[in-house]
T-cell receptor, first 109, second 115 residues
Framework: GQNIDQPTEMTATEGAIVQINCTYQTSGFNGLFWYQQHAGEAPTFLSYNVLDGLEEKGRFSSFLSRSKGYSYLLLKELQMKDSASYLCAALDSNYQLIWGAGTKLIIKP | GAVVSQHPSWVICKSGTSVKIECRSLDFQATTMFWYRQFPKQSLMLMATSNEGSKATYEQGVEKDKFLINHASLTLSTLTVTSAHPEDSSFYIC???????????FGPGTRLTVT
């Protein structure tokens, strides 16, 4: 079957760095997305990785290892507004997104 | 670019009535649109996938006669919740995908409350 695993909840301190891990098992693989979702709002796109390695975009970076079925989202210089759920989603062989349950990130002052 | 709108943003209806939610891609042609449902503190649940001009493909456990999806054009898809019941109260989110890439662009969501 197809499966995406990510931690349910994480807590970090304002100004610090946090890494949210995601492992995936899919029928075929055409890339991995990270989305941010604030409570009561729709998800917003953060990153897309299809090749191995690290993609940096400002305070957010995303890493992919296809051989390990593993990705992480790295958030630096955490701000209170980063408190949200972070959704990992893998694109399978049919180009359908398989969603993780999301990681709720709590930022403390 | 890649803006998706949803209407209405929120709706309250009485049990037994039907509600239509519209999803529009404003600046691109959406060959595929997706409808999701999200209950409080839970992840997105894909309800159905629709391709322009063809019937929607529903996920297991989603009643196609209750959740009617129409994707009549490359910029518009509608979800009609028929004979709504309180358990249908949820946050309904659509997303759209273009031919150019595989990213899904999300609408702002519609909060449905059935009383």
């Amino acid at each position: 079957g197809q499966n995406i695993d990510q931690p349910t909840e994480m807590t970090a301190t304002e100004g610090a760095i946090v890494q949210i891990n995601c492992t995936y098992q899919t029928s075929g693989f055409n890339g991995l997305f990270w989305y941010q979702q604030h409570a009561g709002e729709a998800p917003t796109f953060l990153s897309y990785n299809v090749l191995d390695g690290l993609e940096e975009k400002g305070r957010f970076s995303s890493f992919l290892s296809r051989s390990k079925g593993y990705s992480y989202l790295l958030l630096k210089e955490l701000q209170m507004k980063d408190s949200a759920s972070y959704l990992c989603a893998a694109l399978d062989s049919n180009y359908q997104l398989i969603w993780g349950a999301g990681t709720k990130l709590i930022i403390k002052p | 670019g890649a803006v998706v709108s949803q209407h209405p943003s929120w709706v309250i209806c009485k049990s037994g009535t039907s509600v239509k939610i519209e999803c529009r891609s404003l600046d691109f042609q959406a060959t595929t649109m997706f409808w999701y449902r999200q209950f409080p503190k839970q992840s997105l649940m894909l309800m159905a996938t629709s391709n322009e001009g063809s019937k929607a493909t529903y996920e297991q456990g989603v009643e196609k006669d209750k959740f009617l999806i129409n994707h009549a054009s490359l910029t518009l898809s509608t979800l009609t919740v028929t004979s709504a019941h309180p358990e249908d109260s949820s946050f309904y989110i659509c997303s759209a995908r273009s031919r150019r890439d595989y990213e899904q662009y999300f609408g702002p969501g519609t909060r449905l409350t059935v009383t």
